[in-house]
C-alpha cells in the first residue's frame, strides 16, 4: 500500500507569489491534515479535512487555504507569500475522521520562500 | 494556552543503553498521546501512542508512560541502537478532534 504522497517535494518562491501544494492519501483515507513545520515554532496545525468539509482549522491567517476533492486528494494553497511561510509543509491522513486513528505523514513538501 | 512541551532538546546515549525521552503537557483535556520519530528529510513516524485511561503502554523496543497527575509522559527506548537517531516528538490529542498539539522535539543521537 502506497503511502502519503506529497508534491512537489521542493519548491522555491518569492515574497507575493502564491503557492499549491498537492496531498495524496492513503488509498482508502478519508481524512486529511495539513501542518506547518519550522525551526522555530515545530509543526503546527493548520487544517484538517473529511469528505471534502474542512472540520477543524489553526490558528494560521486567511492566506492559507486548502481544499479536499470527491477522491480525497488535498490541496493547499498559501496566497501572497512571506518570508516566514518558509517551512516543511506536511500532509497527514487517517483512515477516518474519528478518535484515536493514527495519522500517517508525508515526506512533505519544502517552501522557501526568497 | 494549549502546548505540549520536552524538558530536553538534545540526548546523547551509547549504542546499547536505555533512552528516555520525556515530555510535559499543559492540557488536562487531552486524552491521547502519541510519540513520533522524525529522520532527516522524512515525516513524523508513528511510534507507539496511549490513551489517558492508562500509564502503561509497551511495543517493540518501546515503553510510554504516561503519568497524569504531573502531566508527563514519557519513551523509553531499550537498547537504542543507531538507527534510532532521530528526532522525537510528542503529541497531545483532545477527544473529538483531528488536531494534534506537537511539542518541539528532542533529537536523539546514538553513538557507536
Known amino acids: 500500500k502506497a503511502g502519503v504522497t506529497q508534491t512537489p517535494r521542493y519548491l522555491i518562491k518569492t515574497r507575493g507569489q502564491q503557492v499549491t501544494l498537492s496531498c495524496s492519501p492513503i488509498?482508502?483515507?478519508?481524512?486529511v491534515s495539513w501542518y506547518q513545520q519550522t525551526p522555530g515554532q515545530g509543526l503546527q496545525f493548520l487544517f484538517e479535512?473529511?469528505?471534502?468539509?474542512?472540520?477543524n482549522k489553526g490558528n494560521f491567517p486567511g492566506r492559507f487555504s486548502g481544499r479536499q476533492f470527491s477522491n480525497s486528494r488535498s490541496e493547499m494553497n498559501v496566497s501572497t507569500l512571506e518570508l516566514g511561510d518558509s517551512a516543511l509543509y506536511l500532509c497527514?491522513?487517517?483512515?477516518?475522521?474519528?478518535?484515536?486513528?493514527?495519522?500517517?505523514f508525508g515526506s512533505g513538501t519544502q517552501l522557501s520562500v526568497l | 494556552g494549549e502546548s505540549v512541551g520536552l524538558h530536553l532538546p538534545t540526548l546523547s546515549v551509547q549504542e546499547g543503553d536505555n533512552s528516555i525521552i520525556n515530555c510535559a503537557y499543559s492540557?488536562?483535556?487531552?486524552?491521547?498521546f502519541i510519540w513520533y520519530k522524525q529522520e532527516s528529510g522524512k515525516g513524523p513516524q508513528f511510534i507507539i501512542d496511549?490513551?489517558?485511561?492508562?500509564d502503561k503502554r509497551q511495543g517493540q523496543r518501546v515503553t510510554v508512560l504516561l503519568n497524569k497527575t504531573v502531566k508527563h509522559l514519557s519513551l523509553q527506548i531499550a537498547a537504542t541502537q543507531p538507527g534510532d537517531s532521530a528526532v522525537y516528538f510528542c503529541?497531545?490529542?483532545?477527544?473529538?478532534?483531528?488536531?494534534?498539539?506537537f511539542g518541539k522535539g528532542t533529537k536523539l543521537t546514538v553513538n557507536p
Open positions: 497527514a491522513s487517517s483512515s477516518v475522521a474519528g478518535l484515536r486513528e493514527k495519522l500517517f
Open positions: 488509498s482508502g483515507h478519508r481524512s
Open positions: 479535512y473529511f469528505s471534502e468539509t474542512q472540520r
Open positions: 492540557n488536562s483535556a487531552s486524552d491521547y
Open positions: 496511549i490513551r489517558s485511561n492508562m
Open positions: 503529541a497531545e490529542q483532545q477527544g473529538g478532534s483531528e488536531k494534534l498539539v
